[in-house]
Each structure stands twice: as C-alpha cells, then as structure tokens.
C-alpha cells in the first residue's frame, strides 16, 4: 500500500512533500498538472501527509472514494515515465 496525491493538489503543486520523501518517491513537474507518488518506491512512511498544506495526500487504504481515480492516475504517471 502507499500514499496517493489526489485531486487538492491539481493546480497548487506544493513542495513539501518532495522535501521530506526520505526516499525521492514524489515527483512532477512544471508540464504536470500535480504532483505524483511512485507505489513501487514510497515506503508508506508517512512523513509527506502533514506537511502537505492542501491535504491532498492520502494512504490509499484511507482516501476517500471520490478520489480513488488517482490511485491510477499515480501509478500511471511512473508507467509513461519509465
């Protein structure tokens, strides 16, 4: 299980989650609409969930319904990358 970025994030692309990734999982970027979680390589620490100042990270077992479209759209931002 890992953390997801959802939809509060669309438009704002805070930084402070990248900041304190201990493992870079977090990435984006000036093209990108938000800022996404990479589920193969975050390690479910938790450290980017409360500095995050529009709430829009989440653990996946935990985000509300209305979001679960960006469980994929996370992962598939790390498919088109690769």
Known sequence: MA???CQPCI???ELACVDVCPVDCIQGGPKEEQMYIDPSTCTD???CEPV?????IFIES???A???S???KNSEFFKRKG
């Not at 995050?52 to 829009?56: D, K, L, Q, T, W």
């Open 3 to 5: 953390y997801v970025i």
């Open 11 to 13: 438009g704002a692309k």
């Open 45 to 47: 620490c938790g450290a």
């Open 52 to 56: 995050c100042p529009v709430s829009a």
């Open 62 to 64: 935990g985000m509300p």
């Open 66 to 68: 209305k979001w679960d």
């Open 70 to 72: 960006f469980i994929r």
